[in-house]
């Protein structure tokens, strides 16, 4: 079942940005995972705005594979820096309908 990553960060040292923009999208690739989104413009249109910098949407094609991103060891030290740089929020959606209502996506089980 295909999952996605949501990554919201709030930048407070861009000093790990220009080595992790380059690298680690070779990483998620290696997971069978590709970036839909990473961007900084933000626009709330309803609710409280965010105070981040930027969000990242990725796509993977199972937990297992997001799992085996997230504790790859090649990727370690770019989290390590993005987490000591950043105040970041992951979140983790599957490609299911809670409702159950949208024909074209599978029913929340």
Do not use: C
């Not at 923009?21 to 990483?27: C, N, S």
């Amino acid at each position: 079942m295909t999952v996605y990553l949501i990554a919201d960060v709030k930048v407070t040292d861009d000093a790990w940005i220009p080595e992790y923009a380059t690298k680690v999208h070779d990483i998620v690739a290696k997971h069978g995972g590709k970036y839909l989104s990473r961007s900084g413009n933000i626009e709330t249109i309803e609710g409280e705005g965010l105070d981040t910098t930027l969000i990242a949407l990725i796509q993977f094609p199972s937990r297992e594979a997001l799992d085996a991103f997230a504790s790859d060891p090649e990727y370690a030290p770019f989290g390590k820096a993005r987490q000591e740089g950043s105040v970041s929020r992951f979140h983790v959606i599957d490609d299911t309908d809670l409702a159950g209502a949208i024909p074209y996506l599978p029913a929340a089980g």
